[in-house]
């Protein structure tokens, strides 16, 4: 049986022929669902070693000395292998899976609520992440148990919750798309930057590690993506995560907006600006897999290579516009 952990723990005293009922749970999973009725899914390493290789499974671990409990486990385990954060889990139910040595372990499962794309996470350990809806997981390679867990939430989760406004009617012709246009709607990612200029007017700006999937050896904004959490709790997570940088949501004013689309047909993006006059502590790297170093820039005097919307955004708030449009036809 199996939910999902490389490093699932065998508590103290257990065996495998232990007749005695099972210990309280040492090691957590989380079951993530997003309001298409899908399931966040990890293909783990196909290795000698690894629990369940090649399988597909939740995220999760074992507890760790400093969780001081089992819901802490589960976050870091979220923010650890795959740079996740949720903000609500809840207690589902405790599932029996059998660790490498044979003996049954209990894992405490919770339910979390995301509608992110997988693609879009940094996954630190196994292959990839991917949705699935509960009748394709048969097709999978998939632990019984935790097919079985699935199915159970899924007979039993609530509706998504739907807008508590009211529709308001419209015209005719403004259902009608442009000639032309995509009729169907397409969701936009929605990224979030820290604008902060010293004492000398410089602009902070970070030059991204070489292999990132983004930006790759570019001088860019320190900059995250909206997950299931505000704009501003984003900046704040973002600031501390990467540079060690304390700010209060408060001084946290949006001053510029681009709408972004790289490529025809490609995902659009909204980038909001949001610049901050006080915060607390030194840039520091914090996550040297994405940012390399952080450095204070004259912005007449930007550094190539650039992010070119970067170059644009800082441009265009200084001359006072709040908005911008680029790569569109």
Same mark, same amino acid.
């Given at each position: 049986?199996?939910?999902?952990?490389?490093?699932?723990? $065998?508590?103290?005293?257990?065996?495998?022929?232990?007749?005695?009922?099972?210990?309280e749970?040492?090691?957590a999973?989380?079951?993530?669902?997003?309001?298409?009725g899908?399931?966040?899914?990890?293909?783990?390493?196909?290795?000698?070693?690894?629990?369940?290789?090649?399988?597909?499974?939740?995220l999760?671990?074992?507890?760790?000395?400093?969780?001081?409990?089992?819901?802490? $486990?589960?976050?870091r385990?979220?923010?650890?292998?795959?740079g996740?954060? #949720?903000?609500?889990?809840?207690?589902?139910?405790?599932?029996?899976? $059998?660790?490498?040595?044979?003996?049954?372990?209990?894992?405490?499962?919770?339910?979390?609520?995301?509608?992110?794309?997988?693609?879009? #996470?940094? +996954?630190?350990?196994? @292959?990839?992440?991917?949705?699935?809806?509960?009748?394709?997981?048969? =097709? +999978?390679r #998939?632990?019984?148990?935790?097919?079985? +867990?699935? =199915?159970?939430?899924?007979?039993?989760?609530?509706?998504?919750p739907?807008?508590? @406004?009211?529709?308001?009617?419209?015209?005719p012709?403004?259902?009608?798309p442009?000639?032309g246009?995509d009729?169907?709607?397409v969701?936009?990612? *929605?990224?979030?930057?820290?604008?902060?200029?010293?004492?000398?007017?410089?602009?902070?700006?970070?030059?991204?590690?070489?292999?990132?999937?983004?930006?790759?050896?570019?001088?860019?904004?320190?900059?995250?993506?909206?997950?299931?959490?505000s704009?501003?709790?984003c900046?704040?997570?973002e600031?501390?995560?990467?540079?060690?940088?304390?700010?209060?949501?408060?001084?946290?004013?949006?001053v510029? *907006?681009?709408?972004? /689309?790289?490529?025809?047909g490609?995902?659009p993006? +909204?980038?909001?600006?949001?610049?901050?006059?006080?915060?607390?502590?030194?840039p520091?790297i914090?996550?040297?897999?994405? /940012?390399? $170093?952080?450095?204070?820039?004259?912005?007449?005097?930007?550094?190539?290579?650039i *992010?070119?919307?970067?170059?644009t955004?800082?441009?265009?708030?200084?001359?006072?516009?709040?908005?911008?449009?680029?790569?569109?036809?």
């Amino acid at each position: 049986m199996a939910t999902a952990h490389d490093d699932v723990r $065998t508590p103290t005293g257990a065996g495998g022929s232990d007749p005695a009922p099972p210990p309280e749970p040492e090691n957590a999973s989380v079951l993530v669902a997003n309001d298409d009725g899908e399931y966040l899914l990890h293909l783990r390493d196909n290795l000698p070693g690894v629990w369940e290789p090649g399988a597909w499974s939740l995220l999760g671990g074992g507890r760790e000395p400093g969780d001081r409990s089992l819901e802490e $486990t589960a976050r870091r385990e979220l923010w650890e292998e795959a740079g996740l954060v #949720l903000p609500l889990l809840q207690r589902f139910r405790v599932e029996l899976v $059998t660790a490498l040595d044979g003996a049954t372990v209990p894992v405490q499962v919770f339910t979390a609520r995301w509608n992110g794309d997988p693609d879009s #996470l940094h +996954l630190t350990e196994g @292959v990839m992440l991917r949705w699935f809806a509960p009748e394709i997981m048969p =097709r +999978l390679r #998939l632990s019984p148990s935790t097919l079985d +867990l699935v =199915r159970d939430h899924a007979a039993h989760r609530p509706a998504a919750p739907r807008s508590t @406004v009211a529709d308001a009617p419209v015209p005719p012709e403004a259902q009608r798309p442009a000639e032309g246009a995509d009729r169907r709607g397409v969701p936009h990612v *929605v990224g979030v930057h820290l604008y902060l200029e010293n004492a000398q007017g410089e602009v902070l700006l970070g030059l991204r590690h070489p292999d990132c999937a983004f930006a790759g050896g570019r001088w860019h904004f320190l900059a995250g993506h909206g997950e299931q959490e505000s704009a501003i709790a984003c900046l704040v997570r973002e600031a501390y995560e990467e540079a060690g940088l304390l700010i209060h949501p408060r001084d946290a004013e949006l001053v510029h *907006v681009v709408h972004l /689309c790289d490529a025809p047909g490609s995902r659009p993006r +909204l980038q909001l600006v949001f610049r901050v006059r006080r915060w607390a502590g030194d840039p520091v790297i914090r996550e040297p897999d994405k /940012c390399l $170093t952080w450095r204070w820039w004259n912005p007449d005097a930007l550094p190539e290579p650039i *992010v070119a919307y970067t170059r644009t955004a800082v441009q265009r708030l200084r001359e006072g516009h709040l908005y911008t449009e680029t790569g569109w036809a």
